[in-house]
């Protein structure tokens, strides 16, 4: 079946540090691929999505492009910041799938 | 903001009480998601509305009981619960399936 494989955590981290979190994938066909933010305390947001080979989602700084070849979907970011303190769930929607796959998810501390 | 609204936000209950979990979107998806998240963990699927008819129970035990009254409304029933139930209730929707889902805050549920 379909799966998600992310780094683990905790990553810690200065500010204005480069990050990148890995996440790779295993599935069949053509999913869409998404990172989610989850603050403390609250739910899951969308942090960006792509949905086909060499797509690049963006969206806060945050990037992280769509490689089939590698059947990859690593989240950078160049500059961090305190504020992006949270966990990252990498997921992906397969063809045709009602249902979100969930990598482990990474915990990430940006310490001033 | 959500714009996956969810109540009650916090809700402590014995193990012979009924209580019930509410969602409501206002963004007209037609997919709503029922999911379950222990700590530092990823969400857990339990459910899946499409067009207000249940297409997915991830062979969720019976004391947990969905309701979607209509396409805005999502309900879970719980009923005789067990304090390994103890977890985050989130719900999520989504405009068509393969798009990304939106999340509400969620419930923390405890049993005693």
């Known amino acids: 079946g379909d799966s998600v494989t992310q780094m683990e955590g905790p990553v810690t981290l200065s500010e204005e540090a480069f990050l990148t979190i890995n996440c790779t994938y295993t599935a069949t066909g053509y999913p869409s691929l998404f990172w989610y933010v989850q603050y403390p305390g609250e739910g899951l947001q969308l942090l960006l999505k792509a949905t086909k080979a060499d797509d690049k989602g963006s969206n806060k700084g945050f990037e992280a492009t769509y490689r089939k070849e590698t059947t990859s979907f690593h989240l950078e970011k160049g500059s961090v910041q305190v504020s992006d303190s949270a966990v990252y769930f990498c997921a992906l929607s397969g063809q045709g799938a009602q249902k979100l796959v969930f990598g482990q998810g990474t915990r990430l501390t940006i310490n001033p | ?112």
């Open chain 2, 1 to 112: 903001d959500t714009e996956v609204t969810q109540t009650p936000k916090h809700l402590v209950m014995g193990m012979t009480n009924k209580k019930s979990l509410k969602c409501e979107q206002h963004m007209g998806h037609r997919a709503m998601y029922w999911y379950k998240q222990k700590a530092k963990k990823p969400p857990e699927l339990m459910f899946v509305y499409s067009y207000e008819k249940l297409s997915i129970n991830e062979s969720v035990p019976s004391r947990f009981s969905p309701e979607c009254p209509n396409s805005s409304l999502l309900n879970l029933h719980l009923h005789a619960l067990q304090p390994e139930d103890s977890a985050l209730y989130l719900c999520a929707s989504s405009q068509d399936h393969n798009q990304p889902q939106h999340f509400g805050d969620g419930t923390r549920l405890s049993i005693l």
